[in-house]
Nanobody, 124 residues
Framework: QVQLVESGGGLVQAGGSLRLSCAAS????????MGWFRQAPGKEREFVAA????????LYANSVKGRFTISRDNAKNTVALQMNSLKPEDTAVYYC?????????????????WGQGTQVTVSS
């Protein structure tokens, strides 16, 4: 059974930092791109960041570029999202996802496996 489990969410003040982690089990995703998405209350799920299978290329939403960094450790089957300079508008449930292919993409339809999500709340 394939599982993606996120951790590291919580409550932080504006300007602070959080590091989200995603651990995969049930299969390895060494040849798959991985991504992070988020969904705020009353809004659609939106792309945050993605990374190719090798970690050599990354993709970011304009709203987080320069503040968030995605990384992966294929030996540990994990992916992380370092979030700095957090803003109240970053408040959302953050989801880890594994893509069907090795190419990083912003399209959630390209992702086959999803975690349950972890809540990030940024207070002003």
């Amino acid at each position: 059974q394939v599982q993606l489990v996120e951790s590291g969410g919580g409550l932080v003040q504006a300007g602070g930092s959080l590091r989200l982690s995603c651990a995969a089990s049930g299969r390895t995703f060494n040849t798959n791109a991985m991504g992070w998405f988020r969904q705020a209350p009353g809004k659609e799920r939106e792309f945050v960041a993605a990374i190719t299978w090798s970690g050599g290329n990354t993709l970011y939403a304009n709203s987080v570029k320069g503040r968030f960094t995605i990384s992966r450790d294929n030996a540990k089957n994990t992916v992380a999202l370092q979030m700095n300079s957090l803003k109240p508008e970053d408040t959302a449930v953050y989801y880890c996802a594994a893509a069907r292919r090795s190419i990083a993409t912003m399209n959630n339809f390209d992702y086959a496996y999803w975690g349950q999500g972890t809540q990030v709340t940024v207070s002003s």
